[in-house]
């Protein structure tokens, strides 16, 4: 399921599943750019119901030189949250690259300071969250990365996971396809 917003979860066959995400406070850092998603929603764990999942602030910075420190929940205790993730970040359903049934998850981590970003691919195993890839830089040169962008930023094609980088050589970032190594 690539590309879903928390409010237009398609129901599947199945029963309505609430997808947006209740949690209480200031739990959910403010959106990065008005219309961006904060939660993305699928199957994570492959027991058939539609699952979501969300950014959550675990440890507010104490100052400008130290970052914050968030997680990824889920609606439901059947999912192990991924914790202690340093600086902000946003969420992208990346459908199932490995071929597991699952969707596995990336996430395009902001940096303290500056503009370059990057981004890591995360999979749900029997033991918890595993990363799969990345890191990879993502040099954004202040420019800001659509929900769309993000989204199309890995693709599978013919059983080949694929990611655009930017060539840093090129004074415009031109993007470059190149193969996405899976790690097992």
Do not use: C
């Not at 930023?153 to 059983?159: A, G, K, Q």
């Amino acid at each position: 399921m690539k590309d879903v917003r928390m409010d237009s979860v398609p129901a599947l066959n199945q029963s309505p599943v609430p997808t947006t995400p209740q949690p209480s406070g200031d739990a959910i850092a403010q959106e990065d750019s008005p219309g961006e998603a904060i939660g993305i929603a699928g199957d994570f764990n492959g027991d058939g119901v539609i699952d979501s999942a969300w950014r959550e602030l675990v440890k507010a910075s104490t100052g400008a030189d130290e970052p914050s420190y968030f997680a990824v929940r889920f609606n439901t205790t059947a999912i192990p949250a991924m914790e202690n993730i340093e600086g902000r970040f946003r969420l992208i359903n990346e459908g199932d690259l490995n071929g597991d049934g699952r969707p596995d998850i990336s996430l395009f981590q902001s940096p303290l300071h500056g503009t370059v970003h990057y981004m890591t691919t995360w999979t749900l195993q029997p033991s918890g969250w595993k990363r799969i890839a990345g890191p990879w830089m993502i040099p954004t040169a202040g420019e800001y990365q659509t929900d769309a962008a993000l989204q199309a930023r890995i693709v599978l094609e013919n059983d080949t996971v694929y990611y655009w980088q930017e060539d840093v050589n090129d004074e415009n970032f031109t993007l470059q396809k190149a193969i996405l190594q899976l790690e097992k």
